[in-house]
């Protein structure tokens, strides 16, 4: 339940990074021990963005009424992930995400193209 996500409850907190494209089959090895490149399976996320200097736990249950008020059955309400863009000594125009995870297949890129071009066979 993300209302038990509160300064008292165990949080996970991650620091990520995109690998480009070109170095994604041979990555550069990591200079310190305790950083790793993992792979990550696709994941589909409801998004919500928000300026700022959030309180992610709040702005997460804020989201998931406005999920859940819209009819939304397909979510994951069981975490929450959060994204802040900016660097902490940017004041203004800042860039934060809440998300939660869609349930339901990730279709391929040739998979939505596939259904889109049957969406406008059929309009």
């Given at each position: ?25 041979s ?48 979510v ?42 049957v ?5």
């Amino acid at each position: 339940d993300v209302g038990d996500q509160t300064e008292s409850a165990a949080m996970k907190r991650e620091m990520a990074f995109f690998i480009p494209t070109e170095f994604q089959e041979s990555p550069p090895d990591p200079a310190e021990a305790d950083v790793r490149i993992m792979a990550r399976e696709p994941l589909l996320v409801y998004s919500k963005m928000m300026g700022g200097f959030p309180d992610f736990p709040k702005e997460a249950e804020k989201f998931r009424a406005e999920l859940e008020q819209g009819g939304h059955t397909d979510v994951d309400f069981s975490m929450f992930y959060s994204a802040g863009y900016d660097s902490p000594f940017k004041w203004l125009n800042r860039r934060n995400e809440v998300m939660f995870k869609k349930i339901g297949e990730i279709k391929s890129d040739n998979e939505v193209k596939s259904d889109i071009e049957v969406k406008s066979d059929t309009e």
